[in-house]
């Protein structure tokens, strides 16, 4: 029996290989499907909306298969120079994949933002199977009344129950996706679980753990760019970040009374660049002020919200 997703032509097995790209809301799970479809994280997560600043690219391997998913910076309405450059992003992308993934929280009432979304992706053309994301915080009764709704929204190939947390359905939905790629070879070398840059990992794994301390309008005035990373020893790699922050005032929030929340973001993010990296890490960080960033086109390419 061939692979689920694979078909046969006579005695030859087909390989697949395509794209499928993961667009929502901002905040609705996106980034941690990336991950619980990878099996590794590749991209950064947290409670706040705009974690996710530029397009990112995981890798599934099957036996029959390669899949790349692209998950995108959470679709909204702009405000700032960031907000227009993240849109920009997502629709870009939305145009050039075999299969869109939309992914609607199970914990939220379907909002203007889902249905303007769903307005664009009819527009896109391309297949697109809608998510139930985070089914595990909600009811069974919560989880069908989701179902149902979805279904009214558009047009959808598929419509998917997942949590991404409680790993259910996650390999479900890969395999309806790999279904729908063309035969084709692989893009990227087996084993390869991601094409981000280690330099660009390690910023955003430090990013992760600062949005971890911070609350309210900060995390979106915060970027951080790896200035340094050289090895000391066999084991042992120095690292020089720095945290950018929008005005003068919020300096002192990244860095804490006596330095201790900087030292805590440092530690939380020290464990995860140790694992990644597979070596001990010397972590220096610093703060520094980037006045205004987000308003400011130039710098964002600098400060990690890329162009794709
Ligand atoms: N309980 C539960 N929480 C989840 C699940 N998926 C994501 N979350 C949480 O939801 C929050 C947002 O998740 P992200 O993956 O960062 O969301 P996103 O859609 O990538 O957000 P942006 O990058 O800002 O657009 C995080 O706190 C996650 O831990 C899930 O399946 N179950
Ligand atoms: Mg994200």
């Excluded at 794209?19 to 929502?24: D, H, L, N």
């Excluded at 889902?114 to 992706?121: M, P, Q, T, V």
Aim: aromatic residues 4%.
């Amino acid at each position: 029996m061939p692979e689920r997703g694979a078909t046969t032509d006579g005695d030859r097995t087909l390989f697949r290989s395509g794209f499928a790209c993961i667009v929502g809301r901002p905040n609705v799970g996106k980034s941690t499907l990336l991950n619980a479809m990878v099996g590794r994280k590749i991209a950064i997560t947290s409670d706040h909306p705009q974690t996710t600043r530029h397009v990112i690219r995981g890798v599934v391997h099957r036996p029959e298969a390669q899949l790349v998913v692209v998950d995108t910076p959470g679709l909204h309405k702009p405000r700032t120079a960031l907000g227009a450059r993240l849109n920009e992003l997502a629709r870009a992308t939305l145009a050039e994949v075999d299969v869109v993934v939309f992914c609607i929280p199970a914990d939220q009432k379907i909002g203007p933002g889902d249905r303007f979304l769903a307005d664009e992706l009819r527009r896109a053309k391309t297949p697109v199977v809608a998510v139930v994301t985070k089914t595990d915080r909600v009811s069974k009764v919560r989880i069908a009344e989701q179902l149902l709704a979805v279904a009214d929204l558009g047009e959808w190939a598929e419509i998917v129950p997942v949590s991404a947390v409680a790993d259910y359905q996650v390999d479900l939905l890969t395999d309806l996706l790999v279904a729908r790629l063309p035969e084709g070879r692989p893009y990227f070398p087996d084993g390869t679980l991601t094409d981000e840059p280690e330099q660009v990992l390690v910023a955003e794994l430090i990013r992760e753990a600062a949005l971890a301390h911070l609350r309210d309008e900060l995390p979106h005035s915060l970027a951080v760019v790896v200035e340094e990373m050289r090895p000391r020893r066999d084991d042992l790699i120095d690292i020089q970040a720095i945290l950018y922050v929008e005005r003068a005032s919020q300096k002192g929030i990244v860095i804490g009374v006596g330095g201790e929340r900087l030292r805590e973001v440092g530690s939380r993010a020290r464990r995860q660049i140790e694992a990644l990296l597979g070596s001990h890490v010397y972590l220096d960080l610093r703060v520094k002020v980037a006045q205004d960033w987000q308003q400011d086109p130039t710098q964002l390419h600098r400060l990690g919200v890329s162009s794709l």
